[in-house]
């Protein structure tokens, strides 16, 4: 089983930048695919970003490309989210989570772990 923790999150304005950290215990998830998602109040899960195992490969959604950047530490089994030039409409609980497949990797039941989530906040 794996346990997945997310950290980082807070209350900032716009254009601040954050980084969300994702610590992964119980099992190794250094062969995993790990994605970044987000759910704002009243609205359905989003894909944010997802790196392959090795790192070499990143996704990302259209409205957080070349502001968001993801990035893993296999050996502290650890993903980040490095966020930029924040908006309102960042504004959401992200958890983080990992996945067996490398295809597919926009897709919430792709995954097979999530961690509680922590909230973002951008004010205007």
């Known amino acids: 089983q794996v346990q997945l923790v997310e950290s980082g999150g807070g209350s900032v304005q716009t254009g601040a930048s954050l980084r969300l950290s994702c610590a992964a215990s119980?099992?190794?998830?250094?062969?995993?695919?790990m994605g970044w998602f987000r759910q704002a109040l009243g609205k359905e899960r989003e894909f944010v970003a997802a790196i392959a195992w090795s790192g070499g490969t990143t996704y990302y959604a259209d409205s957080v490309k070349g502001r968001f950047t993801i990035s893993r530490d296999n050996a502290k089994n650890t993903v980040y989210l490095q966020m930029n030039s924040l908006k309102p409409e960042d504004t959401a609980v992200y958890y983080c989570?990992?996945?067996?497949?490398?295809?597919?990797?926009?897709?919430?039941?792709?995954?097979?772990?999530w961690g509680q989530g922590t909230q973002v906040t951008v004010s205007s």
């Open positions: 989570a990992t996945s067996t497949t490398t295809y597919s990797v926009r897709d919430p039941p792709r995954y097979d772990h």
């Open positions: 119980g099992r190794t998830v250094s062969r995993t695919t």
